[in-house]
């Protein structure tokens, strides 16, 4: 396009001077005479300035001659003498005259033939000129390429069948008017196009109206412009267009005209912007697989074809003791393997080498790889690599790029020194491979396996879980529940969660809801009717789903735990009414054996027979019945020896936890874990313990207000060489007073409204038969801190447990 501008201009500008030039010629051989023809030298000049002299001269002799006459000076000439001398000078000045008029005349009608033959010459050219400019106009109206022109008046004197089509506008629409704007911005606004702020040479203009177009000089013609722009609606569809405008001059250097090309580039621009997004998907994969090859566990390393290292991955510089910033971008892949420089076999790979193969590898059992074409595998062991002795497995396999040449090699490598893991490492590394260099890695396949085992895990889980979004439709749930008979996950999907409830419980449940959105979760329990009548005790937990305004809703059917929770009250009002009667029968034992003593001395002194006799043998067996009774209730009251196992003391603590649950939801009750990252197992009875910490934490429940902490704390302790388990339960409760210390370890002591007051006399019970110590530091109004210490050994002696009261920690 821009040729054939250069082209149409220049060609526009030299027949504008030579047909300027040759008009001046032919206008003067029609008698219209140029000024600059009218000042030739050789022909006017002569003939006047000769006829002036001549009759300078004759005048001064007729004067002369006049002036001798009336004097008589001329006495020597007779008149008639003077008279003829006068008519000789007056003939000789008329044929002088005469035959400068008669050269005059020839030299006229020799120039007049010259300039004949000079205007033919001219209309040849003249016929050449017109010729050439129809062959100008022809080319432009024959062009592929839109094309028009305007004159100096910015009126269009072309417009060619191209551009006509293009802009949808005829040429006998166009063509004599200055309506050039219309197809690109319409007939209601008129704005120059670049050719015409070009004719004006309005520079300004050009920023004013294409400064956003990026509008610049042409680099090919001079003087032109050139600029992009889109266009909703040119010549019936929406376009991206090319132009470039440029000045035609005459011979003095003036613009005469302009001309403008257009060029549809909306396939460039929607090539240009493919090419684009694919650039953008071609870097968004690059990094996929840098990712994948730098996060990938299997030690692996990437060369191009010059040998130098492009990728060397994290295992691999765990593995070797070479970083990726020393080694990258050089040719030194040998170096945690080699003492000297030799090949690997990507680099025998990269360079096609094949041959070379076992001459550096024969020992090594190279050989073709099974799993990837092209690639190829080997075994060796290394005496220090990466500090230790190591028996290494590696594959390398080529790059091809899209036309099937190598253009790089990548080499993986595995530990195999443990003969036990080979088969495992050869299938993650054929997985990997499959994966991460033939495949490109299947990053779908992948989320989904994620999203199916996740899922799995929310379906397998005992507890039901909601998704519920922020106006409390369900999203998701895990899990039916059986109070919603005849509903499916479908079903529910979609529809506010309430809608499944019963009315007794909506009221409550979106009470709940909305001080969940606010941030107040607090688990909350509510009893459900299933359809065959049995009432559920359920337990719901409301937490956020993290970035986004969703909750999560955990239901747990408690029922079995507050069965459990029923059977651990019965068990407490046993062990009172245990210890009571162990108090009893221990009170009455003593007075039975003081009469047993009695009868059996009576006995002997009296000497009793008959009816006696029988009445005393029956007193006898009434005594030993009633010690029977007394021993079976000391045997039914007292404890048994604790069976231990070694056991997990965290386990035993979140378990008493559980059982609490509800207690410390409804006092909005905050607990705080302090375990160190390992504990020693423990040689304890579990249930023995779990009943000591759970009495525990129902003292300190009891001791607190609504939003207070309960602080749970295990560690390892050295005293006097032995190791210890120390286990510390702390609340900010109301504490105990000083007078109430002494006797906290006592049976039915309690100052509570409710409860047998045995709760931390079995604690006491339990500690000791664990031969462990308790410690229990309070103080009113600033809450109580129990210390539990348990021996790590076996030892058969029991530690003292004491209650102490010490001001602070």
Not at 383 to 399: S, T, V, W
Not at 530 to 554: E, F, I, M, Q, S
């Amino acid at each position: 396009m821009p040729t054939l501008a250069e082209f149409a201009i220049r060609r526009e500008q030299r027949m504008g001077r030579l047909v300027r030039q040759d008009r001046i010629t032919l206008d003067t051989a029609m008698g219209k005479p140029d000024n600059r023809m009218l000042q030739r030298p050789n022909i006017k000049f002569p003939v006047w300035l000769t006829t002036f002299f001549l009759l300078l001269f004759l005048v001064l002799m007729a004067l002369t001659v006049n002036h001798a006459l009336r004097k008589g000076v001329a006495e020597p000439f007779s008149r008639q003498e003077l008279t003829f001398a006068l008519g000789a000078a007056g003939l000789i000045l008329i044929l002088f005259a005469g035959g400068i008029v008669l050269a005059y005349v020839s030299r006229r009608r020799r120039f007049v033939r010259e300039e004949l033959e000079r205007l033919k010459e001219v209309e040849a050219w003249e016929e050449r000129l017109l010729r050439e400019k129809k062959t100008v106009e022809g080319i432009i109206e024959g062009s592929p390429i839109p094309t028009f022109v305007i004159d100096r008046d910015h009126r269009i004197i072309l417009w060619n069948k191209a551009c006509a089509d293009l802009t949808g506008l005829d040429q006998a629409d166009m063509i004599g008017t200055d309506r050039q704007y219309i197809p690109f911005y319409g007939p209601g606004q008129k704005r120059p196009v670049i050719a015409d702020l070009i004719v004006d040479q309005d520079m300004a203009g050009l920023e004013q109206f294409y400064g956003t177009k990026k509008v610049q000089p042409s680099k090919q013609v001079e003087g032109a412009y050139e600029a992009r722009d889109y266009y909703e609606n040119l010549g019936g569809k929406p376009r991206h267009l090319y132009f470039l405008a440029a000045p035609i001059f005459d011979e003095k250097g003036q613009i005469i005209a302009a001309i403008e090309t257009l060029q549809d580039v909306s396939q460039e621009v929607e090539m240009a912007l493919h090419l684009k997004d694919s650039q953008e998907q071609l870097a968004r994969e690059k990094r996929t697989v840098e990712g994948v090859i730098e996060g990938s566990p299997i030690p692996m390393f990437v060369i191009d074809r010059s040998h130098r290292i492009i990728f060397w991955n994290r295992a691999l510089t765990e593995m070797s003791g070479y970083g990726s910033n020393e080694m990258t971008g050089t040719d030194r892949q040998y170096l945690p393997f080699y003492k000297e420089k030799r090949p690997l076999i990507a680099d025998l790979i990269v360079d096609n080498n094949i041959e070379e193969l076992d001459r550096y590898y024969a020992k090594k059992m190279v050989r073709p790889s099974a799993v990837v074409q092209g690639a190829y595998e080997a075994r060796d062991y290394y005496e220090d690599l990466g500090g230790k002795p190591r028996h290494l497995y590696f594959l390398a396999a080529p790059i091809f790029d899209e036309k099937g040449e190598i253009i790089a090699a990548i080499e993986t490598l595995q530990d195999v020194t443990r003969e036990a893991e080979m088969a495992m490492n050869m299938r993650e590394y054929a997985e990997t491979l499959e994966n991460e260099v033939t495949e490109n890695v299947n990053l779908r396949q992948q989320i989904e396996a994620v999203h199916n085992y996740l899922r799995s895990i929310v379906e397998s889980s005992p507890d039901n879980l909601f998704d519920l979004g922020p106006d409390g439709t369900v999203n998701f749930i895990s899990r039916v529940p059986k109070f919603m008979n005849g509903l499916t996950a479908e079903e529910m999907r979609g529809r506010h969660f309430t809608e499944f409830m019963g009315s007794e419980h909506r009221t409550a449940l979106l009470t709940r809801f909305e001080d969940a959105k606010k941030g107040i979760f607090t688990p909350f329990e509510m009893e459900v009717t299933l359809g065959d009548g049995t009432k559920r005790n359920l337990l719901l937990t409301a937490r956020p789903l993290r970035g986004t305004d969703r909750l999560v809703v955990v239901e747990r059917d408690i029922t079995e735990f507050k069965e459990l929770e029923e059977k651990f009250y019965e068990s407490q009002k046993l062990a009172a009414v245990g210890q009571l009667s162990a108090g009893i029968a221990h009170e009455v034992r003593n007075p039975l054996s003081s009469i047993k003593m009695s009868l059996q001395i009576l006995e002997k002194r009296l000497q009793p027979t008959g009816n006696d006799l029988k009445r005393f043998r029956i007193a006898q067996r009434e005594v030993e019945h009633l010690e029977h009774l007394v021993n079976d209730v000391l045997i039914f009251a007292r404890p048994e020896e604790p069976r231990k196992r070694m056991t997990d003391i965290r386990r035993i603590l979140e378990n008493a936890m559980e059982m609490v649950e509800k207690s410390l939801a409804d006092k909005t009750i905050r607990v705080e874990y302090r375990f160190p990252e390992a504990l020693p197992a423990v040689a304890v009875d579990g249930a023995m313990l779990e009943q000591l910490f759970l009495n525990l934490y129902r003292n300190a429940i009891d001791a607190m207000e609504t939003g207070g902490t309960l602080v749970v704390g295990a560690g390892n302790l050295q005293e006097s060489g032995n190791s210890m388990l120390v286990v510390e339960v702390e609340d900010n409760g109301c504490g105990i007073d000083d007078e109430e210390m002494p006797h906290v370890f006592n049976p039915f002591f309690t100052r509570k409204s409710y409860g047998t007051g045995l709760g931390l006399t079995q604690v006491k019970k339990i500690v000791d038969l664990h031969q462990g110590n308790i410690e229990i530091r309070s103080r009113r109004g600033e809450g109580t801190r129990v210390i539990v210490t348990l021996p790590l050994g076996t030892g058969n002696g029991k530690a003292p447990v004491t209650a102490v009261e010490r001001n602070g920690n």
